[in-house]
């Protein structure tokens, strides 16, 4: 009877730290995986080299909305988001570190602009 009790209890225990690190681990590795697609579309696709970009910051919203923060070495200020699909990976914003979104403001063209 005591044996029973006891498996009983580390069953519980297993599932219940299970089931709460689940969520955690899913979204680890979503943004894992949403910065492994962007690196390489930025590799693959565009040719740019490792060293051109970084990627700053990935986020969650809205499924399927995943996105990820880009910056590159030759602009630093200048922030370019990429939204991650099932089946395609798009540019679809640009915005500097004071927010703002237009290029005569900034005395420069934003270089890496895909649209």
């Not at 943004?31 to 579309?41: R, S």
């Not at 910051?57 to 399927?64: E, H, L, N, S």
């Not at 990976?89 to 703002?100: E, S, Y």
């Not at 005569?104 to 270089?111: I, R």
């Given at each position: 009877m005591r044996n029973k009790k006891r498996t009983m209890l580390i069953a519980i225990v297993a599932f219940v730290t299970i089931m709460t690190l689940a969520p955690y681990l899913f979204i680890q590795y979503q943004?894992?995986?949403?910065?492994?697609?962007?690196?390489?579309?930025l590799l693959n696709d565009k040719e740019y080299d490792q060293e051109d970009f970084e990627i700053v910051?990935?986020?969650?919203?809205?499924?399927?909305r995943y996105s990820a923060d880009v910056v590159f070495k030759d602009e630093p200020k200048i922030f370019y988001i990429y939204s991650v699909y099932p089946e395609s990976?798009?540019?679809?914003?640009?915005?500097?570190?004071?927010?703002?979104t237009q290029e005569?403001?900034?005395?420069?063209?934003?270089?890496h602009r895909e649209y």
């Open positions: 943004h894992y995986n949403i910065e492994k697609k962007v690196t390489a579309y910051r990935t986020d969650i919203g809205k499924v399927p990976l798009i540019q679809v914003d640009v915005f500097t570190v004071d927010d703002n005569d403001k900034m005395n420069s063209k934003f270089k």
